[in-house]
């Protein structure tokens, strides 16, 4: 049953038709909260032990994934510091984010995330929420990204809330992240410089950390003029400055709302197979955050469950 056909029978069996404008947009936010955190409370107060062993195994979000935590740890450390010494702050972001951080700045379909009491949801993407602590204090002016980027790093377990089919795994997995934020300059100053440093960290990675090269692919999307030639400029750029980095160029523009300009792929091969590890881009959030078209962010992500679903098996682990 689909989500709106299951709510219009909900509404139907309680014979309240207009609950969801009355909860959505009649009362306020707080009021809704102190309501549904009420009605929590209430429920939770009927639960027995043994139901809740049950609701336990029945809830998929729950279990704990099958990684080894000691060697998770290990790598987190090694690849914050590897990003500490390219200038790049490590930052112990909350479990939770504020409510809508995905949705509102990204195109991120809000329930695909779990939302939760208190104005927050569960963090499904670190870097929106680096985005906005980010936003935050250049909007306080605590920290200034005119004259030199802002950088930021973090290691942090997410949650999803979309099903997964392939058996086996759980919707809750860990991604190492970077977040650059600047200003626009004129001639890509700062997306050349900014591409650079985070392939430059991923180069540094996974050399050091799992012993192999990076190949990088360049995606042209919507939101810069002249996405083709954005490309083959930011090609030109890092085969000049990293020139051991293999870069492939997709030239097509795909129709992309998420990045723009510019989405990249990290390629590596790890025990005898070739993946896509992570990805990249630019957006344009902090434009929207801040109200500020000069305003520029890049941002990457590469998943360690996935690397080390590659190496238990292999000598490398």
Not at 101 to 107: E, H, L, N, Y
Not at 226 to 252: A, C, T, Y
Request: proline share 3%.
């Amino acid at each position: 049953m689909s989500d709106m056909k299951a709510i219009q029978r909900i509404l139907n069996e309680m014979g309240i038709k207009n609950l969801l404008e009355i909860l959505g947009e009649d009362i306020s936010f707080s009021d809704l909260n102190t309501l549904l955190l009420e009605v929590l409370r209430t429920r939770t107060n009927d639960l027995t032990p043994g139901e809740l062993l049950k609701k336990y195994s029945m809830n998929r979000f729950v279990h704990p994934a099958e990684i080894d935590p000691i060697w998770l740890k290990q790598v987190e450390v090694e690849l914050l510091k590897i990003a500490r010494s390219s200038l790049f702050t490590p930052i112990q972001i909350s479990p939770v984010s504020p409510l809508g951080s995905c949705s509102v700045i990204a195109t991120a379909d809000q329930n695909k995330v779990i939302s939760a009491l208190r104005g927050t949801e569960v963090v499904s993407d670190a870097t929106n929420l680096l985005a906005l602590h980010i936003c935050d204090l250049v909007k306080k002016g605590s920290i200034k990204n005119d004259s030199d980027s802002i950088r930021f790093s973090t290691s942090h377990r997410h949650i999803r809330a979309q099903k997964f089919e392939k058996p086996g795994l759980v919707p809750h997995f860990h991604i190492f992240c970077m977040v650059t934020s600047g200003r626009d300059k004129g001639s890509y100053s700062f997306e050349k410089q900014a591409l650079f440093e985070h392939i430059d960290v991923y180069r540094k990675m996974f050399k050091s950390v799992f012993s192999t090269d990076i190949t990088v692919k360049l995606n042209a999307s919507g939101g810069y003029t002249d996405s083709k030639g954005f490309i083959q400029r930011m090609g030109d750029h890092i085969h000049e400055k990293l020139p051991g980095v293999r870069i492939l160029k997709n030239l097509e523009e795909r129709d992309n709302l998420y990045y723009q300009g510019l989405q990249y792929s990290i390629i590596v091969k790890l025990n005898g197979q070739e993946i896509h590890i992570g990805d990249g881009g630019f957006v344009d959030w902090s434009q929207k955050l801040l109200a500020n078209r000069k305003e520029r962010m890049l941002i990457s992500g590469i998943g360690l469950d996935r690397i080390y679903d590659l190496l238990k098996n292999s000598d490398a682990y």
